[in-house]
């Protein structure tokens, strides 16, 4: 493998993870086998075109030519962009934990207030989503608004308020807009041709 295919290689990789994507997960979206998706990570297969084009699309990332005077200017802003993205998703993930913890002092502290397990079963559905898709400002929101809960004349309105905030995050996560892809080709429902040989 060439080195600018390499680099395009992790590159791909990189952006998966920052994601928050499996290999499973991305091959779900882009519609290139998980088994391709492994190859052209581990560097064992020259990338194809049209696989290129479908990971780019499914990662919200654009391919274009770019004049060699402008590559550096080009990586400056593409490294800045992407540590913002991992950021966001790192501060997101540790209000996910430290949620977790405080429904768990919640439990503890509160065994027989039936509210804890509705919050419990509702944060559970808020963990099945992707972290990327998550911002912190609304997690940590939440947070407040349970820890609120431990002081009894709060307790009631401290819950109602947290399962609001829940639903909030939810459906926002939910309804976010897809990457624009309004220059992208339509994409078939299938293939007749099976990409083995390809990445």
Do not use: C, W
């Not at 654009?62 to 550096?72: F, G």
């Amino acid at each position: 493998m060439t080195y600018a295919a390499q680099a395009i290689a992790e590159r791909l990789q990189a952006a998966r993870q920052a994601k928050g994507l499996s290999q499973r997960d991305l091959s779900a979206l882009a519609g290139v086998p998980q088994a391709q998706i492994s190859r052209i990570e581990a560097g064992a297969v020259d990338l194809r075109l049209s696989s290129l084009v479908a990971l780019a699309n499914a990662l919200d990332l654009e391919l274009a030519l770019v004049p060699r005077k402008a590559v550096p200017a080009v990586r400056s802003l593409s490294r800045q962009i992407t540590a913002s993205q991992h950021s966001g998703a790192i501060a997101a993930q540790r209000e996910m934990e430290r949620i977790n913890d405080v429904i768990r002092n919640l439990q503890i502290s509160m065994p027989k207030f039936e509210g804890v397990d509705q919050i419990r079963k509702s944060f559970a559905d808020l963990q099945r989503l992707k972290l990327p898709v998550l911002e912190p400002e609304g997690l940590r929101e939440l947070r407040h608004a349970m820890e609120e809960m431990t002081r009894p004349a709060k307790q009631l309105a401290a819950m109602n308020k947290s399962i609001s905030l829940m639903r909030t995050i939810r459906n926002k996560a939910a309804h976010a807009p897809m990457p624009d892809t309004a220059d992208a080709p339509p994409r078939p429902a299938y293939s007749l041709d099976e990409e083995d040989d390809d990445a």
